[in-house]
């Protein structure tokens, strides 16, 4: 079955603690995306890759780090993560020459 | 700043009745336009998506009517079931920007039987 997936799907930690929230596509997509979805703020694109070893910044990157050493994997970091890097956060994959996006199911993280 | 502005923030219909869900944007450099459906728990889904050289586009039971020169876009359920009841978000891109979608705010639809 074609998918995104996200792991952990919940996850709460402390102030400070290093974290990573991997993503995966079996779809043999170019073009991956991390977003987070906060409240009365829709989604916001924190980072983006347009292919293996390529990545660039979105509209929120401060505090997250990424890495595409693999084309189906687009683990998110989080070095020192704060309280208010808690929210909703989703993986995204594109067919390069498509529109389509195909989000994973989200990983609701915490940061206490 | 949200660069797409989503309206109204929260919906109730009855079965049966119509959803109208409004956005705006101000870049026109904007050139696809999708709406995504979200249900508790789930990402969002691709639910329909129209590009700025038509004005209307139908599937199934879902429209989006699009005004290039007010820069506003909607979506219309029309016969609305309790299946529907689910956040919608607009959302809109450029085609130099690898793909990025500006999401609305969102909108979360109830439909009551």
């Known amino acids: 079955e074609a998918q995104v997936t996200q792991n952990p799907r919940y996850l709460i930690t402390v102030t400070g603690k290093k974290l990573t929230v991997t993503c995966s596509q079996n779809m043999n997509h170019e073009y991956m995306s991390w977003y987070r979805q906060d409240p009365g703020l829709g989604l916001r694109q924190i980072y983006y890759s347009m292919n293996v070893e390529v990545t660039d910044k979105g509209d929120v990157p401060e505090g997250y780090k990424v890495s595409r050493k693999e084309k189906r994997n687009f683990p998110l970091i989080l070095e020192s993560p704060s309280p208010n890097q808690t929210s909703l956060y989703f993986c995204?994959?594109?067919?390069?020459?498509?529109?389509?996006?195909?989000f994973g199911p989200g990983t609701r993280l915490t940061v206490l | 700043q949200q660069q797409v502005k989503q309206s109204p923030q929260s919906l109730i219909v009855q079965k049966g009745g119509i959803s109208i869900i409004n956005c705006a944007y101000e870049n026109t450099a904007f050139d696809y336009f999708p709406w995504y459906q979200q249900f508790p728990g789930k990402g969002p889904a691709l639910l329909i998506a129209?590009?700025?050289?038509?004005s209307e586009k139908k599937e199934g039971r879902f429209t989006i009517s699009f005004n290039k020169s007010a820069k506003q876009f909607s979506l219309h359920i029309m016969d609305s079931q309790p299946g529907d009841s689910a956040t919608y978000f607009c959302?809109?891109?450029?085609?130099?920007?690898?793909?990025?979608?500006?999401f609305g705010a969102g909108t979360q639809v109830v439909v009551t039987p």
């Open positions: 129209i590009r700025p050289d038509v």
């Open positions: 959302a809109a891109s450029r085609g130099d920007s690898w793909g990025k979608l500006q």
């Open positions: 995204a994959s594109r067919q390069s020459g498509t529109d389509t996006q195909y």
